[in-house]
Each structure stands twice: as C-alpha cells, then as structure tokens.
C-alpha cells in the first residue's frame, strides 16, 4: 500500500500512539483533531509537552510532584499539616485521590510503585528508606498504607508492615479500609470484596 | 484546595485534555505517563506536533491530505488509478478506509465535512464547485458518493445526487450498499440496516 498519508501526519500518529491506552485509530483521531486546530493551539500543546520534565521535579522528602523551583512539598511544609500521620502511597496522583476527601490533614510519603516480582520492582526500587528516616526525625505516630487494592499494592502493604517492625520503629499502621464501594448492589459485589465487606463490618 | 500538582504538570493536564473524547482523567494519565517517560520521547512527541501543521497541506484537486512538498495527492496523479471513477468522501481519513480493502482503484475527493445546518455547515462550505469541475475535466463516468451512514452523510449525498442533476452534468452516481455489517447476528440488528439490508437484498 503506498503512503496514503503524509509523513508528519503518520509521525504525529506514531508519537501520539506512544501514549498509555492509545491504539492506532485513536492517535488518528487525536492527529487529525490537531491537524484541524490552529497552529497556535497545537503549539501551545506542544510547548506545554517539551516544558514538562523542566518544570517538574520531586519532593526529596516526600517524593510528591513539586514545581522545580520549590524546595519541598507545600503539602509537608504547611505548618498546619499533622507531620506525625503519614499517608504511604505508591505514585505521586494518588495524593490528589486523597486530598479530594478534604477528610486528611496528615502528610504523604509517596513509594514510587509497588513490589511486583513480574515487572522486576522489588523493594530497594521503592523510597523506603527514606519513609523509615522520617518515621524517626518526624516522631511519626501513625502511617496508613494507603497502597492500591491490588495484589503488589497488597504484598507492599505487607511487607511495609513487617519491614519497620524489625527495624524496632513502634508507630501505629494502619490500612485503607475495604468493603464495598458507594453505590453498589450486594448482588454485583465481587467474593473478595464481600469477604472484606463481612470482616470489617462496623457494629451499630 | 491547595496547588496538588506542579504547574506544568497541570498545564500539561490542561493542554492534553482538548484532544477529541479525553476527560481530565485521562489527561492525568497521559501528563503523569510522560513525566515518566524520559526526556528525549517526550520531546520527541513535541516537536512532532509542533512541526504537524507545517509538514501538511490539502492537494489542490482532491483535497486528500499530502506531503507539504508535494504538489498533488499520489492517488490522484498516479497513471494506475482510474481518473474516470472518483469516490466522494467527507474527511481525508475516510479515504485510508477505502483504501484498507484494496478494491478500489479510482481516485478520492474529500468534501471536507458534510451537509449539518445544526453545526452551521452549508453545502458552500464543501469542496463541491471542485468536484463539478473534476468531472467535467476528468471526463468522469462514474462517482461514489461514499459519504457516511449518519443523518448528515445522508442529505450530502442526496444534496450531491440532485445538485450534480442539476447541472445538466451526465454521470453515474452510485452510494455505497447498507446492510449487515460481517459478524453481526440479526436479532441485535437495529431496524432501519435491517431494513436496508432487506431492501438491498441480492438474488442468488
């Protein structure tokens, strides 16, 4: 078949496919889509994208997403924030999931992942060290392992837990209770979720 | 809420979520994938876009998308293609399409859209005028009016069929055939395929 586009569009195609859960006919569809837009807007995109890495750096303390030119995160250094409760989770976003709730006033810690043998994290990969040095400089009272409900966001629990207590660090932990979720039917709940449901039933 | 995320991650978010069909979720997703990406991919997809607008233009004749140094479409100044067979499309990807099932070997012309008086689309705003003139310079025999299968294709084609009449310009014109589609089982059929298909049914 001959080339029945022209070259920078394919490429726009190509790179554009490069992106998280974008097959061939959606990078079309966001190819053409710019290609129909002004070129100030598509600039703009483009711009935005090569200043991205620039801008963005990582909080050395809590490893949350921070401006370049910020030294720690405003979310640790907030005076009003509670530095003894620590909210341990696995990537930078899923502190935005939290702060949503407006129901959390502690810190976060963020792990960089989760320990999955099958893509080759295992522990060291993950900023645990680091979580164990703020257990002790912050006085830390509490962490919650707000890991994903996965089965590597599960083992990272676990082994987080296990973890600090033979290093002799005695803070409180908890985890992220697990039931069912807003909204749904008994009859569409999963086994594993209803399992959960029954262990943590709350006494009225 | 306090600033969560770094600005240019945010403006990333915001610049990625004008594409076609992606709510801030996925623009999350592909802003924070890039993060994660390294520098020289990201760049990469940048300049790709930045460069999009200016490596592309429309052929003079057909109105297919072609190579900014090109002068007219391949398919069209291709000795092999039928100049005497023109399929009538509405946007430059519909001719990949076509061209996907190697059994056409005519030439295309893109309409540039279809007949919308909701969306302020008149039929002065398609590449019609140049299709008249294609006919009349090719010697035309015969155009498929393969606009598509929705409300808008439907008047377009219905447009072109009398406004070609009109002109007093002899050609066949023909409409791609409605009906089942492969793999479709017929009790989940809507009424109005299945009625096409009745209507198109083919003796054997």
Same mark, same amino acid.
Do not use: W
């Given at each position: 078949?001959?080339?029945?586009?022209?070259?920078?569009?394919?490429?726009?195609?190509?790179?554009?496919?490069?992106?998280?859960?974008?097959?061939?006919?959606?990078?079309?569809?966001?190819?053409?889509?710019?290609?129909?837009?002004?070129?100030?807007?598509?600039?703009?995109?483009?711009?935005?994208?090569?200043?991205?890495?620039? &801008?963005?750096?990582?909080?050395?303390?809590?490893? $949350?997403?921070?401006?370049? !030119?910020? !030294?720690?995160?405003?979310?640790?250094?907030?005076? =009003?924030?509670?530095?003894?409760?620590? $909210?341990?989770?696995?990537?930078?976003? !899923?502190?935005?999931?939290?702060?949503?709730?407006?129901?959390?006033?502690? =810190?976060?810690?963020?792990?960089?992942?989760?320990?999955?043998?099958? !893509?080759?994290?295992?522990?060291?990969?993950?900023?645990?060290?680091?979580?164990?040095?703020?257990?002790?400089?912050?006085?830390?009272?509490?962490?919650?392992?707000?890991?994903?409900?996965?089965?590597?966001?599960?083992? =990272?629990?676990?082994?987080?837990?296990?973890?600090?207590?033979?290093? &002799?660090?005695?803070?409180?932990?908890?985890?992220? $209770?697990?039931?069912?979720?807003?909204?749904?039917?008994?009859?569409?709940?999963?086994?594993?979720?209803?399992?959960?449901?029954?262990? &943590?039933?709350?006494?009225?």
């Amino acid at each position: 078949m001959a080339q029945l586009l022209p070259a920078a569009l394919l490429r726009a195609i190509d790179e554009l496919g490069r992106l998280p859960g974008v097959g061939a006919r959606t990078a079309e569809r966001y190819a053409y889509f710019l290609l129909r837009s002004d070129t100030h807007t598509v600039n703009k995109l483009a711009s935005t994208l090569a200043n991205l890495h620039s &801008g963005v750096k990582t909080c050395p303390i809590t490893f $949350a997403l921070i401006d370049a !030119d910020d !030294d720690v995160s405003s979310l640790y250094s907030d005076s =009003t924030r509670d530095k003894k409760l620590i $909210a341990v989770v696995e990537e930078p976003l !899923d502190i935005i999931a939290l702060e949503r709730t407006g129901q959390y006033n502690g =810190t976060y810690h963020v792990l960089g992942g989760a320990i999955s043998p099958i !893509d080759g994290v295992g522990p060291e990969q993950l900023h645990i060290p680091e979580l164990l040095k703020r257990l002790v400089d912050d006085d830390v009272e509490e962490i919650i392992i707000a890991t994903n409900a996965s089965v590597e966001g599960e083992s =990272t629990a676990l082994f987080l837990q296990r973890h600090i207590q033979e290093q &002799g660090i005695t803070v409180k932990m908890s985890r992220l $209770a697990r039931g069912l979720p807003v909204g749904v039917d008994l009859e569409y709940a999963d086994q594993i979720t209803l399992t959960h449901a029954l262990e &943590g039933r709350r006494i009225l």
